[in-house]
């Protein structure tokens, strides 16, 4: 299976868009890079072909505009084609950039998940489209190569770093169905095994690991950070340039790569141990919770492969 996104459309931002844009910090003026969507214009849906292919992706938004409680998220009937053109509730969140033919992202201190402090506008990977619970083990293997750019985001004034950090693609664990069965667990949510993040301009890949390396049985499905915990790699600085990024899994084994640099490869026993499926996520999680926090990432294309 292979499915990608790009784009070459775009809409209207609202009145939020500009009063953050003019009042909060960003890390650059984004007309200085060139960056800067047009207000106003859209794509003649009639003459163009939809290149962006969300058929196996559901979006999750930083907003409860519907009321129920959660954060908002539209499945992938609602987005394919330029179907995410006509939701309203999308916009300013996800939106086109014609000038550049690429996919904005943008996020900001909201609603969030039942696991989660932080608020996102993230795609998440879908192999099955009806059923969420159909995922990916590493024995599967999968790909996902994109390029994309962290255009603007707000200044950190609580911590020693100058901006706030966001994630940008994520492998995420997920208990399996037949584990869920077995153990009749109230939650399938797992730990995140790749987390891909911008801290000040640089990219850094957290990798889970285990605490005690002779865990095993199903002591490995205990998803706190008493059992799994972070290993912290900087791969290097990319500021606010576009960069390319792709992660490939595995048996044992994780591959991460910025640009043309060598390979970060991860085999360590914590690997052979994995007990969860997994699906990818990209997109816009910022890692504040402060009510001036904003961040606009720009996606130019993304390709999953299994």
């Not at 605490?211 to 790699?233: M, N, P, R, V, Y």
């Not at 009510?291 to 999953?304: E, T």
Request: aromatic share 12%.
């Amino acid at each position: 299976m292979k499915f990608a996104f790009s784009s070459t459309a775009f809409v209207l931002k609202t009145a939020l868009f500009l009063s953050l844009w003019m009042s909060c910090s960003s890390v650059d003026n984004p007309e200085d890079n060139n960056t800067s969507t047009t207000i106003g214009q859209i794509l003649d849906t009639e003459n163009s072909t939809p290149i962006i292919d969300f058929t196996n992706w559901k979006l999750t938004l930083p907003v409860d505009l519907n009321n129920n409680g959660s954060p908002d998220e539209f499945q992938p009937n609602q987005l394919v084609g330029f179907g995410y053109q006509n939701e309203t509730d999308i916009q300013p969140y996800l939106y086109d950039d014609t000038s550049d033919n690429s996919l904005v992202f943008y996020s900001i201190p909201d609603v969030s998940t039942s696991n989660s402090s932080y608020s996102r506008t993230e795609l998440r990977e879908l192999i099955n489209p009806n059923n969420a619970k159909q995922n990916w083990s590493l024995n599967d293997g999968g790909e996902m190569i994109g390029r994309l750019q962290v255009v603007s985001i707000s200044e950190d004034a609580d911590t020693s770093a100058n901006f706030h950090k966001v994630i940008v693609m994520q492998i995420h664990g997920i208990i399996s169905e037949e584990d869920m069965a077995i153990h009749g667990f109230s939650s399938n949510n797992g730990p995140p095994l790749i987390k891909i993040y911008w801290k000040d301009g640089y990219i850094w890949s957290h990798k889970k690991s285990l605490i005690d390396q002779t865990t095993c049985g199903d002591a490995l499905l205990e998803t706190s950070s008493a059992t799994w915990f972070d290993i912290k790699h900087n791969l290097g600085y990319v500021g606010f340039e576009a960069f390319d990024f792709r992660i490939l899994a595995s048996t044992g084994r994780v591959e991460v790569q910025l640009n043309n640099q060598e390979p970060l490869v991860y085999t360590d026993v914590s690997l052979n141990k994995w007990p969860f499926h997994n699906y990818f996520k990209a997109g816009n999680y910022l890692g504040t919770t402060s009510p001036n926090g904003f961040a606009y990432i720009k996606y130019f294309s993304l390709n999953v492969i299994h």
